[in-house]
């Protein structure tokens, strides 16, 4: 039963991080809704550079624009990669990373409550939660581990 209860609390965590990586991402490239629009954090990409900008004050609109761009290509294969189980011992290590930053950059720009209105310290720990394990079934990590056994 105990193994059960961990395979599915695997996937059930794998699977929440990794929509919590892509429901942003889409959120950003307006496929949730316009700006101001109910439940829509940006709903656009210039709104989402701006929230960066503003969480990272010392770098200009320009780098706020880069850093962007690469944390949302980072979270689409965080996102894909815990889903489909590729590499999640890895995954969950970089989710436990970037939520972890993103928090530190929330507490310096917005104060110590910010990340905390959020689930991002769940997400770090979840993260490292998965990164602390070895198998991971239901992933295509099992499906390549079997085909080394045959």
Not at 52 to 72: E, V
Not at 77 to 83: E, F, K, M, R
Not at 134 to 149: G, M, P, T, V, Y
Request: charged share 10%; hydrophobic share 55%; aromatic share 16%.
């Amino acid at each position: 039963m105990k193994l059960r209860l961990t395979s599915f609390a695997q996937l059930f965590a794998r699977i929440a991080l990794g929509l919590g990586f892509l429901l942003p991402v889409f959120d950003r490239l307006g496929f949730l809704g316009a700006p101001g629009s109910a439940k829509v954090a940006w709903g656009d990409w210039s709104h989402f550079v701006a929230y960066t900008h503003q969480l990272m004050p010392f770098t200009n609109i320009n780098t706020a624009n880069i850093f962007g761009l690469l944390a949302t290509i980072a979270e689409c294969v965080l996102g894909v990669c815990l889903i489909v189980g590729y590499k999640v011992k890895w995954m969950g290590l970089g989710a436990a990373i970037i939520t972890l930053t993103f928090a530190v950059f929330m507490i310096l720009s917005l104060g110590i409550s910010a990340p905390f209105n959020y689930p991002v310290f769940v997400f770090t720990g979840a993260g490292l939660l998965l990164y602390t394990h070895q198998n991971f079934r239901w992933s295509i990590d099992a499906l390549l581990h079997n085909r080394k056994e045959f």
